[in-house]
């Protein structure tokens, strides 16, 4: 199938490992341009250099940016828009969550991860649009998660940091949608990442067990079985930022093996 993605330029948050790193591969392999946005320098320059070496003629390098710092992210932007020569499509995957219950977690984490999501991602969203007006194929895809609808009281802090992603998504959307481009959300269950590392390593001490079986407890909630993949939310960016995917704007889809109970 013709994605209509050759050629394209992409900018990508959060690759420095997992699910960010996962859909610059995916991109890259549909002839994408990208630029590759990440706190972690090293890691970002090295799947540059990489992926530079597998698709060679196609432009991608790294642009180190701390969400922390928001005084870096205009020149970043700018910078890395000349280095494409514009911008199609933005995909902001940078963010997480603290683990933990409300007395569990203080002021300042809960600051601490909401400069990166939702207020990082509002941002870059601000200074990327501009340049996405000029393409004839903008595409904004935001990573959320399953708490932003079904929220959890051991994952206190996902519940109103993927919410307000969600809304975001849609009120964007609805601002953007004038100038053709299309906005939407991917919502992960639990991810083969570091993450689910930990998740699994917290519930094994919560409950006395092995890895082993608080892996299999926790997989019991979601009916297909499985922990997803970064790979296949990456195949679903892919998707959103295509030719093929036109008309689907202000929505966010589960990548979540039916875990999630409601419609």
Known sequence: MELGLKNRKAFI???????????????AAEGVHL??????????????????????????????????????????VDQAAAELGGVDILVNVAGGAYRGRLGEIPD?????????????LIRMTRETLPYLKQSDQGRVINLSGTRGREP??????SGPINLGTLSLTKAMANEFGPYGITVNAIAPGSTATRRWTELVGITARERGVSTGEAEKHLLREVPLGKVITPEAIADLAVFLASARASLISGTAINVDGGRTRGI
Do not use: N
């Not at 948050?13 to 991109?27: C, D, H, P």
């Not at 597998?54 to 180190?64: D, E, I, L, R, S």
């Open 35 to 76: 630029a590759l946005f990440g706190r972690d320098k090293a890691r970002c320059e090295a799947l540059a250099a990489e992926l530079r070496a597998q698709h060679p003629g196609q432009k991608t390098f790294a642009v180190w940016h701390d969400f922390h710092k928001p005084e870096s992210l205009k020149p970043a």
């Open 152 to 157: 959890e009281a051991h994952s206190m802090m």
């Open 13 to 27: 948050t959060g690759t420095s490992r997992g699910i960010g790193l996962e859909i610059a591969k995916a991109f």
């Open 108 to 120: 300042d984490e809960w600051e601490r991860y909401f400069r990166v999501k939702p207020l990082g």
